[in-house]
């Protein structure tokens, strides 16, 4: 059975998404970010703070390496997992990419409130968002799927793999 690598901008409902797709699908749910920080034993923002970004991406791809290894999980990865080729590569060789997306609007009101996103820890936060974005959207776009969460909620975005993509593999 092959693993479910759920990509995305952050606010896009990466986490939330692939708990619930886990639930419904009777899989294990994995959060990146979560092995890191109990590997690390210190938080994501922790890392970026102290070691960088570079650091922290090396962390992830070796965390994703780890966990492709096994079958059959939802794997909720973390917004930058798609720079590295080498990442994209590992997850369309075990499983199924998908990626989530949403307005710069509907990610700054996501995010507005939560003080653990590093990259967005600025004076001008939606300025940054539209700019990693862009910088990113050749990366996302070599996604297996694509689905827009700004006007849905978890249920709809679970359904909608459910229904469409899961079923058809």
């Not at 109990?38 to 962390?59: A, H, Q, V």
């Not at 990865?77 to 590295?84: F, K, P, W």
């Amino acid at each position: 059975m092959k693993n479910i690598y759920i990509v995305g901008f952050m606010g896009t409902g990466k986490s939330v998404v692939s708990r619930d797709l886990a639930v419904r699908l009777n899989r294990k749910a994995v959060e990146l970010d979560e092995l890191i920080e109990n590997k690390e034993k210190r938080k994501i923002n922790d890392i970026f703070t102290r070691d960088g970004e570079s650091y922290f991406r090396r962390l992830e791809s070796q965390a994703l390496s780890e966990v492709s290894r096994s079958y059959g999980l939802v794997v909720s990865c973390g917004g930058g997992i798609v720079l590295n080729e080498a990442n994209i590569k590992i997850m369309k060789e075990t499983g199924i990419v998908i990626c989530l997306s949403a307005s710069p609007d509907v990610i700054l009101k996501r995010t507005s409130h939560s003080n653990h996103r590093p990259l967005l820890n600025i004076d001008n936060p939606r300025l940054k968002i539209e700019e990693l974005l862009n910088q990113r959207a050749p990366f996302y776009a070599k996604a297996d799927h694509a689905i827009d969460s700004s006007c849905l909620d978890v249920k709809g975005v679970v359904d909608i793999i459910i229904k469409d993509i899961v079923s058809k593999c």
